[in-house]
T-cell receptor, first 115, second 114 residues
Framework: NAGVMQNPRHLVRRRGQEARLRCSPM?????VYWYRQLPEEGLKFMVYLQKENIIDESGMPKERFSAEFPKEGPSILRIQQVVRGDSAAYFC?????????????FGPGTRLTVL | AQSVTQPDIHITVSEGASLELRCNYSYGATPYLFWYVQSPGQGLQLLLKYFSGDTLVQGIKGFEAEFKRSQSSFNLRKPSVHWSDAAEYFCAVGAGNRDDKIIFGKGTRLHILP
């Protein structure tokens, strides 16, 4: 079984450009979580999605950030008009069902660098 | 809302020595508790988890953790560390409700001396 896939693994953008991060969950998983990790920080929850639904976006910045998990295809985290402070590692995790009772499996992350 | 504190940002131990990484949580009810490990440049891997039952939980790679309700702690232990254990370790807590999320601590980076 393939694990959680994230691409690209590394992404470089200039200030003002858009960044699109993709996450393909494990087979059979319909719940996706996005986290951001800054140096010396833990993982900060951003958003929790099920297919075609945003369940919890309490960790998402109010502006420039959006996420989707369409019926077909990967989940996308989009950052518009990136700024230097967006430079971080972004991790996606998936689980078979919701609730913290169910183990989340993590992808290898996308490391975003904003020049 | 639940929260997690890992008091030690860095820990250094000698290879072969014992290890204990501290984790304190805050949650009103019985929490779901996790320890994850992250090797450099990698994603997170689950070491072990506690939901209920026996308060001493065995995990992968020879790790164990003990849930102590009276101390709101879930410390991770290993009797003898290997150089390959050098990594960052994250404690996490969940409420276990439907559509609940997991809250992570800031992590403890483990360094191993030869």
């Amino acid at each position: 079984n393939a694990g959680v896939m994230q691409n690209p693994r590394h992404l470089v953008r200039r200030r003002g450009q858009e960044a699109r991060l993709r996450c393909s969950p494990m087979k059979g998983h319909s719940h996706v979580y996005w986290y951001r990790q800054l140096p010396e920080e833990g993982l900060k929850f951003m958003v929790y999605l099920q297919k075609e639904n945003i369940i919890d976006e309490s960790g998402m910045p109010k502006e420039r950030f959006s996420a989707e998990f369409p019926k077909e295809g990967p989940s996308i985290l989009r950052i518009q008009q990136v700024v230097r402070g967006d430079s971080a590692a972004y991790f996606c995790a998936s689980s078979r069902q919701g609730s913290s009772y169910n183990e989340q499996f993590f992808g290898p992350g996308t490391r975003l660098t904003v020049l | 809302a639940q929260s997690v504190t890992q008091p030690d940002i860095h820990i250094t131990v000698s290879e072969g020595a014992s290890l204990e990484l501290r984790c304190n949580y805050s949650y009103g009810a019985t929490p779901y508790l996790f320890w994850y490990v992250q090797s450099p440049g990698q994603g997170l891997q689950l070491l072990l988890k506690y939901f209920s039952g026996d308060t001493l939980v065995q995990g992968i790679k020879g790790f164990e953790a003990e849930f102590k309700r009276s101390q709101s702690s879930f410390n991770l232990r290993k009797p003898s560390v290997h150089w390959s254990d050098a990594a960052e370790y994250f404690c996490a807590v969940g409420a276990g409700n439907r559509d609940d999320k997991i809250i992570f601590g800031k992590g403890t980076r483990l360094h191993i001396l030869p």
